[in-house]
């Protein structure tokens, strides 16, 4: 490939700082969240948004708790002029969110803009230019000093048009588009103009916005050019640093996180990185890789399947199933030493909520594989676990477990893993829980009711401590018999009594248990036997049985291990 047309990084962007101190700076606190997706969200849309849907998000944006919201690009096109008209007529507009809308910097799209934003209680007005050298010669044909007379010229046009709105809230904030493409000193001249002009103030901040308008380099580079600037901006307490980056190298969101440790305080980005080429930065990955972190991100993300509902039907465009925390599968285990390593960690997180004697959802967090708790997100731990041919016992046993009370033994669920292995190997496909109950009632339940060994009536009775009996007509192979049996216990004389019928069981193991509170709740009990038949030899075998007498339940679980070792063999 003709690697040699590129050019890297660094001899494309001036790099001034040596002393840079973001890698040792921690993030603990959420900068100012600015969401883009009604404008540059909206601008990469092949079907842009109509005010309906332009008005769904905006609803979104304001219940997800986003105090700031850029709505538009009023001078771009009448469905844009025509919302942010609808948002200042309609009153739609929280009293603490703030609007902003886009314009470029020319005077009669800034007078468009302003016309757009009448009656609309606070509003920040965003002017940009690109500045950087091919932008420059290129696009704009100007050199330096002809494009920062032409920025102060439109920055001076805004504010005149603004003072002539007494009472308006209106504030300002400027782009340098292509920021990180653009000598250092560039941007800084032109900043410290604007702040100047816009007489900026502690009270009533100028927003600089530093885009990384198409990425180019590591994120460090990034994070340098923003911590030169943060360093060297005049009146730095009147400005607020704000970031933009996009996502062309697939690192936006490691760009804006270290831009925030080099300084910024304000962050634009569309929620699941909607944008043009590869997208903005993520903000639902940025606000909840801040949670995970014990940081409040300062945006209720408590229902993310309802948001990506909205962002989907808005946008026209599917969110990926594997995308961070917002994806369909993120919080889903297929793989067998996962589903084995989660089922024991929410097991393990329910025992300690349970010693310490808090609800599990106040517990801290710490469950392998799941950053954070799913249920902080709207999830239910039912789509944590799925089955497939790549599943294995311990993800099987949590399924049975979370949905049906199931909780097969240890040694049990080898021997069911395989059946599940065996039918999913069949038809190539995932197993729902329902499938999955099936085939463990067809498996080890059903047998009990039909086979080679039918229990037509029984009855057990103790004449004395420790001395039980266990009557019952039998058919087997087609022949009834009358069977009776002693045992020091119901199951040991349900055995003895089967020797009637020429089937020879010991039993190797059994437990059960009761599958929900209350008295009336199904008990399930497990059982392993070695069965012999009148002329088999042995063979061992696991049954179960359901039912609400704990009793009944066991012997139908001996049944269905006695059909099952048998089977159709004579």
Not at 434 to 453: D, N, S
Request: hydrophobic share 40%; aromatic share 6%; with cysteine.
């Amino acid at each position: 490939m003709p690697h040699h047309r590129y050019r890297p990084a660094h001899d494309r962007v001036a790099l001034p700082l040596a002393d840079r101190s973001w890698p040792s700076a921690r993030l603990t606190e959420a900068p100012l969240w600015v969401p883009v997706d009604l404008r540059d969200g909206n601008q990469a849309l092949a079907e842009p948004m109509d005010t309906t849907r332009k008005r769904r998000m905006f609803d979104l944006l304001v219940a997800m708790g986003f105090k700031e919201i850029e709505v538009g690009y009023p001078s771009a096109s009448e469905t844009d002029f025509g919302f942010v008209r609808h948002l200042a007529e309609s009153g739609a507009v929280p009293d603490d969110v703030t609007v902003s809308v886009f314009t470029p910097a020319r005077r009669d799209l800034i007078d468009r803009t302003v016309e757009s934003v009448a009656g609309l209680p606070r509003t920040l007005v965003h002017l940009y230019t690109a500045t950087a050298p091919v932008w420059r010669d290129v696009v704009l044909a100007r050199s330096r000093a002809g494009l920062h007379a032409m920025i102060l010229d439109a920055a001076t046009h805004l504010m005149r048009r603004a003072e002539e709105r007494p009472g308006a809230d209106i504030r300002f904030e400027f782009s340098p588009e292509v920021f990180n493409l653009t000598e250092p000193d560039f941007v800084l001249e032109v900043c410290d103009s604007l702040t100047g002009l816009w007489e900026a103030c502690a009270d009533r901040p100028v927003v600089h916005n530093l885009p990384a308008t198409v990425e180019i380099a590591t994120p460090n580079v990034y994070a340098d050019q923003i911590e030169y600037m943060h360093r060297h901006l005049a009146r730095r307490d009147a400005v607020i640093l704000s970031v933009h980056p996009h996502n062309d190298r697939g690192t936006g969101v490691a760009c804006a996180e270290l831009a925030v440790l080099a300084g910024a305080q304000r962050v634009e980005g569309c929620l699941f990185g909607n944008g043009e080429r590869t997208g903005n930065v993520d903000l639902v990955t940025l606000a909840l890789n801040l949670y995970a972190q014990g940081v409040n991100p300062m945006i209720d993300f408590s229902d993310i399947d309802a948001v990506r509902e909205v962002v989907e039907h808005c946008n026209r465009l599917p969110v990926h199933p594997r995308h961070p925390y917002g994806g369909e599968l993120v919080h889903t285990a297929f793989s067998g030493t996962h589903q084995d390593a989660i089922s024991k960690g929410l097991a393990r997180h329910a025992e300690r909520a349970a010693a310490e004697g808090v609800p599990a959802d106040a517990l801290a967090w710490e469950v392998p594989y799941l950053p954070i708790d799913p249920g902080d997100i709207g999830r239910t731990y039912e789509e944590v676990i799925r089955i497939n041919s790549q599943s294995g016992k311990g993800g099987i046993a949590h399924m049975l477990r979370s949905r049906y009370g199931l909780d097969l033994p240890s040694a049990m669920r080898p021997d069911f893993s395989r059946e599940v292995q065996r039918v999913a190997d069949a038809t190539g496909r995932e197993l729902s829980a329902e499938e999955l109950w099936e085939l463990f009632r067809a498996t080890y339940l059903a047998p009990a009711g039909g086979g080679r060994v039918e229990m037509l009536s029984w009855s057990t009775a103790e004449p004395a401590p420790g001395a039980h009996e266990f009557s019952c007509v039998l058919r087997a192979d087609g022949r009834e018999y009358s069977g009776k049996g002693a045992g020091n216990g119901p199951l040991a004389a349900l055995t003895d009594a089967l020797r009637t019928a020429g089937v020879t069981v010991g039993i190797l193991g059994y437990s059960e248990h009761s599958t929900a509170a209350g008295p009336d709740s199904p008990a399930v009990a497990y059982v392993r036997c070695q069965v012999a038949g009148a002329s088999s030899d042995p063979v061992v075998a696991w049954g179960a049985g359901w039912d609400t007498s704990v009793l009944t339940a066991s012997v139908r679980s001996v049944l269905a291990a006695v059909n099952r070792a048998l089977g159709d063999r004579p």
